[in-house]
């Protein structure tokens, strides 16, 4: 699948017709195997792209499914049916009374039971670095927000896609069209790496075509040339 997909880019497919027609056009002037040379060499090209390209989404796959399985393993503190117990975050529900402490990442959205001296870092969801601290008079906390000191009982509200964090999440798959700047240094990068490899199969297929061009016509030059000599 992975290879599939690295050989469905645009310039890759230019590159192949490439190589196809100068091994054509090789074989029809230098023959076997010299006519094979420049094409092999192009396709060894495409292969070796083809095969960076999937062997580094392929890790990519596998890096993401560990941080999933990682993230399945995370459990807080939870009081639910006034016992208290380990629960994964995915499995939290309204109603269940986390325990919080320092470090710790908001699970859920929820509301300030108790605590002592809390500060969470909204920064993912803000911007804002400057911590924010809870209370009763201040008793919203959101998922996704980390403790940054102190630590309370939240009572579950929200989980899931229905916290902040999860709409936030949605709104930029619905919009996610639009690259980072990272990934946009790196599409960079591969059209220029793109377009260079482009120029150089097609100035090798017109240098082929004109050799092509020129020993035909030599050679048909010297064939009339034969022709007409007195026997």
């Known amino acids: 699948m992975f290879i599939w997909d690295a050989l469905q880019d645009l310039t890759l497919i230019i ?7 100068s091994i054509g056009v090789g074989l029809a002037t230098e023959g076997w195997p010299k006519g ?6 192009i ?23 560990d941080l999933d399985r990682e993230k399945k393993k ?3 503190q939870v009081t639910r049916d006034s016992y208290r117990q380990k629960v994964s975050i995915y499995d939290l529900v309204v109603g269940d009374i986390v325990h919080l402490s320092i470090g710790d990442q908001v699970p859920t959205d929820g509301l300030y039971i108790s605590g002592y001296s809390l500060s ?4 993912s969801l803000t911007g804002e670095t400057d911590p924010v601290y809870a209370s009763h008079e201040k008793p919203f ?4 927000t980390k403790v940054q000191d102190g630590s309370a009982k939240m009572l579950v509200t929200a989980v899931g896609m229905r916290t902040e964090w999860g709409r936030l999440m949605e709104i930029l798959r619905q919009g996610g069209d639009d690259d980072t700047p990272l990934q946009m240094k790196l599409n960079g990068v591969s059209t220029i790496i793109g377009k260079i490899c482009l120029a150089f199969a097609t100035l090798t297929f017109i240098v082929l ?10 050679r048909v030059g010297l064939l009339n040339w034969f022709l007409r000599m007195p026997c």
Not at 54 to 65: C, G, H, T
Request: net charge neutral; hydrophobic share 60%; glycine share 6%.
């Open 141 to 144: 906390l959101l998922a996704g």
């Open 209 to 218: 075509l004109i050799r092509f061009l020129v020993v035909k016509s030599i």
């Open 74 to 76: 995370i459990a807080m």
């Open 120 to 123: 969470i870092d909204e920064s």
């Open 43 to 65: 396709i060894l090209s495409i292969f070796l792209v083809v095969t960076v390209t999937a062997v580094s989404d392929y890790k990519q796959s596998l890096q993401f499914r």
């Open 36 to 41: 094979m040379y420049d094409g092999v060499g």
């Open 15 to 21: 590159l192949m017709i490439c190589a196809a027609v």
